[in-house]
């Protein structure tokens, strides 16, 4: 499938390549769609808006499925756990990361900070979905949350600008982070006695600005788009 949108007309619509037909997922002029994700099993799609709802549609039917409206400012990404499209998640502008369980249509975790500044935006689960990490746009910080307990394990600090790419690799606890000041970083997590974690970064640097990051399904590649200085 190849899912396309429109902001302004409030239309998501979804490509059926096999069948060469058009499905309409989304149309509402008062509901402008800000984030989408597809699910693994290719059967659903999750919606987020600028009014902090998520929604939850039918790829075959073309139906909504299912809606929450938890959030109370606007839905900054949306996506499901790996291997478990049970399990949903959205990160918003009013600084909070929700769980959802699509099967009992409730929100099982809701995690935030004490900090006023905040605002999550990417986020990503490891390999596990033990843990979940997301980042801060407008601290450029990066949270680690216990899934299981419902805790902050770790607060990651370093970066200077926005963080646009932020993803678990391979299957270790690791993190690789990245954003436009030419850096990236891995973070390595050592468990130290079964309840606290010793963190290392490394840092690397690349020739020019990093617009975008993209992972490896095998969570073993990673690639940049990079915009040099000359």
Known sequence: FISLGNLKKGKILIYDR????????????????TCLAISS???????????????LWSIKSGFCILKFSNHILSINKVGFFKFFSRIAV?????????IYDLKKCIVIRTFSCASQKKNFDLFDINYTGLFIASSCKKTFKIFIWSIK??????????HETYINGLFFIEKKFKILSSCRDKIFRIWKFENVNGFTYECLCELFRTNGKILFTSLNPDLKEIAFFIKNDG
């Open 18 to 33: 096999e069948r060469e037909k058009i499905n309409i997922i989304h149309e509402n002029l008062f509901e402008i769609p």
């Open 41 to 55: 099993n290719d059967k659903l799609i999750i919606i987020g808006n600028a009014k902090g709802a998520v929604s």
């Open 90 to 98: 959205s990160t918003s502008k009013d600084g909070s990361l929700k």
């Open 149 to 158: 307990k419902g805790v902050l394990i770790e607060k990651l600090t370093g």
